[in-house]
């Protein structure tokens, strides 16, 4: 079974500057499909980024990135220019060739500070 | 479009009591999940559907079953409901597998007392 681990449960940011979230998963897969999803306080599950594990070129959504290292089993977010509204729980995840389930992380709270 | 949405927001219900949480989709999505989140953990697979008439186990099924008897509605049901079944509950839905998005309901409130 896959795992995904996100090893910072809380971090902060001051608005305009630029955090990174890490990740890291195991399997043995060489294909499979990675996703951000952000969870506001709302509640609302919001994909932010996906990234194909066979691709080499990392995803870009805006001021989302993602820095992926397919051999150390880690993909980091980065979020440039922080936005009171980035302040939200962030969500890794992994989905296996199948493509049927997706295995979460424990997930990072993002509070972004004016 | 009102994507993913689920009835009831909230529910309390007791110890052995059974209830349906219903999932509505129009989206005309061949795949629908159910979800649970436990306070400061992410989401778990419960059961899944690859499409109308079918369904499969996730990473945590006892307790539930689920029915798909229409393409846009994926049921939910506790038989016996348990306090260690309190949590919040998310139905999503995808197109299809792999890369395709899965776009979430706003989730469902369950305390079992």
């Known amino acids: 079974a896959q795992t995904v681990t996100q090893s910072q449960p809380e971090m902060s940011v001051q608005e305009a500057e630029t955090v990174t979230l890490s990740c890291t998963y195991d399997?043995?897969?060489?294909?499979?499909?990675l996703f951000w999803y952000k969870q506001p306080p709302s509640r609302q599950m919001i994909l932010v980024i996906r990234q194909e594990a066979y691709k080499q070129q990392n995803a870009t959504e805006n001021r989302f990135s993602v820095n992926f290292q397919k051999a150390a089993k880690s993909f980091s977010l980065k979020i440039s220019d922080s936005q009171l509204g980035d302040t939200a729980m962030y969500f890794c995840a992994f989905k296996d060739n199948a493509g049927n389930m997706l295995t979460f992380g424990g997930g990072t709270r993002l509070m972004v500070k004016p | 479009n009102a994507g993913v949405t689920q009835t009831p927001k909230f529910r309390v219900l007791k110890t052995g009591q059974s209830m349906t949480l219903l999932c509505a989709q129009d989206?005309?999505?061949?795949?629908m999940y159910w979800y649970r989140q436990d306070p400061g953990m992410g989401l778990r697979l419960i059961h899944y559907?690859?499409?109308?008439?079918?369904?499969a186990k996730g990473e945590v099924p006892d307790g539930y079953n689920v029915s798909r008897l229409k393409k846009q509605n994926f049921l939910l049901g506790l038989e016996s409901a348990a306090p260690s079944q309190t949590s919040v509950y998310f139905c999503a839905s995808s197109y299809s597998k792999g890369t395709y998005e899965q776009y979430f309901g706003p989730g469902t409130r369950l305390t079992v007392t």
């Open positions: 559907s690859v499409g109308e008439g079918t369904t």
């Open positions: 399997t043995s897969e060489n294909n499979y499909y």
């Open positions: 989206m005309n999505h061949e795949y």
